[in-house]
């Protein structure tokens, strides 16, 4: 089967999944399949996509929580008028720490109807969401009552067991957001290393998300055989965690030519509703890159933990 890849007014092209056995110690994506008992939670997924159907016709979040867990108050709701991704912040407090939720579009493209509710707590720039294990459990908290079909992800047997296996330790899941990609959008290339994180969770519930997924090191090569630029392997490692790197940024994102040579070379993958996708990093060069696309037109609703080890959070 092929997928016709759109994203952000570029066709890509009609592409094949690969069949690569891969391999997390080699920071390749691992796509798990049927992992997450989606069947168990209808309901409560029907109700995430309804409210995100909402926000995005302009619903303010305060007005679509369900009743909140005992402590937890709606502080107020603030708009940061110069990021042009924030729709709106939702501000509460629990247990004298403030959290909030903050959604936003996943690019300013006018027909690209994606977006996300990441929650978390402290000063954003501070990434001090590790050291407050309070906060943190206050926050994961207010996710579950939010969106409680997380639970079938945070507590899946199979999960649990593929995440033990690869990290050798008890998973902790932070940094909890919500996406629904929308027809037509999706996420350019990133990667999402946070230091003393072993890697990110990825659970599609429903809708279907197409992932080229690929070592950054192995992106390097494949960007150095499909060009003469960028010779210089450490340069463009490098290059590529710079914020704007225009012609690079351009090459693989909006290249239907490389988007199709690394889906050739086996690095495209599709997820469905329940299946999953472990996205491992260990530093800036050894971590999975990735650049998602919206397949199908049905709504698309889908979580995404941090994975830290157990033992190397705060008590
Ligand atoms: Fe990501």
Redesign the pocket.
């Known amino acids: 089967m092929r997928y016709r890849l759109r994203r952000r007014g570029i066709d890509h092209g009609a592409v094949a999944p690969g069949a690569r056995t891969t391999s997390w110690e080699a920071c390749e994506p691992v796509v798990l399949r049927s992992v997450i008992p989606i069947h168990r939670a209808r309901p409560s997924i029907l109700r995430a996509l309804r409210m995100i159907a909402r926000l995005r016709r302009g619903a303010d979040l305060a007005s679509r929580l369900p009743p909140l867990p005992r402590g937890f108050r709606i502080l107020g709701t603030t708009v940061n008028t110069g990021d042009p991704l924030e729709i709106h912040k939702l501000h509460l407090s629990a247990r004298g720490r403030e959290l909030y939720i903050k959604v936003n579009w996943l690019s300013t493209y006018p027909r690209d109807g994606s977006l996300r509710l990441r929650f978390s707590f402290g000063a954003e720039v501070l990434d001090d969401w590790a050291e407050d294990p309070v906060a943190s459990r206050a926050s994961d908290r207010l996710f579950e009552r939010v969106f409680p079909a997380s639970r079938l992800v945070t507590h899946s047997p199979a999960i649990l067991r593929h995440i033990r296996s690869r990290i050798q330790a008890q998973p902790r899941f932070v940094q909890r957001i919500v996406y629904s990609n929308a027809p037509g959008g999706g ?1 350019f290339f ?3 290393y946070v230091p003393r994180q072993a890697g ?1 969770v ?1 659970a599609q519930l429903a809708g279907a998300t197409g992932w080229i997924a690929l070592p950054k090191r192995t992106l390097a090569r494949q960007i150095q055989n499909h060009t003469r630029r960028w010779r210089d392997t450490r340069a463009l490692l490098d290059y590529l965690d710079a914020p704007n790197p225009d012609r690079l940024h351009r090459l693989i994102n909006h290249s239907p030519t490389f988007t199709r040579r690394l889906a050739k070379d086996g690095w495209f993958s599709v997820l469905r509703p329940g299946d999953s996708i472990l ?1 491992p990093s260990r530093g800036w060069d050894d971590v999975a890159w ?1 650049s ?1 696309f919206t397949v199908g037109r049905s709504p698309n609703l889908a979580l ?1 933990f941090g994975i830290r080890r157990k033992e190397n959070f705060a008590p």
């Open positions: 996420a990133h990667h999402d990110v990825y996205l990735h998602i995404s």
